[in-house]
Nanobody, 115 residues
Framework: QVQLVESGGGLVQPGGSLRLSCVSS????????MGWYRRAPGKQRELVGT???????KYADSVKGRFTVSRDNAKNTVYLQMNSLEPEDTATYYC?????????WGKGTRVTVSS
């Protein structure tokens, strides 16, 4: 069992920035990929960005150039730096840990982009 705890969500104005963090109870050196997904009101959950143990990243087209996912394996933590936020980024953001044979989810952190 892996517990994932997200933090860093909140209310931000359009054009602003936020950094989300997710701490894993399992050593990140044992986790193949860590990353972020989001679910906007009335929509399905979608990929935001992921990063593998080797540092390979993948992003949704809608966030490329604005969001950056990174991980600090020594701290068992994955981050999501979000810049140039838009109202369309409003969603609950979920941390994911993919061990290759199973995956785990955090409970989510809410991000609201509004003036």
């Amino acid at each position: 069992q892996v517990q994932l705890v997200e933090s860093g969500g909140g209310l931000v104005q359009p054009g602003g920035s936020l950094r989300l963090s997710c701490v894993s109870s399992k050593s990140a050196f044992s986790i193949y990929a860590m990353g972020w997904y989001r679910r906007a009101p009335g929509k399905q959950r979608e990929l935001v960005g992921t990063i593998t143990i080797n540092g390979r990243t993948k992003y949704a087209d809608s966030v490329k150039g604005r969001f950056t996912v990174s991980r600090d394996n020594a701290k068992n933590t994955v981050y999501l730096q979000m810049n140039s936020l838009e109202p369309e980024d409003t969603a609950t953001y979920y941390c994911n840990a993919d061990l290759g044979y199973s995956d785990y989810w955090g409970k989510g952190t809410r991000v609201t982009v509004s003036s």
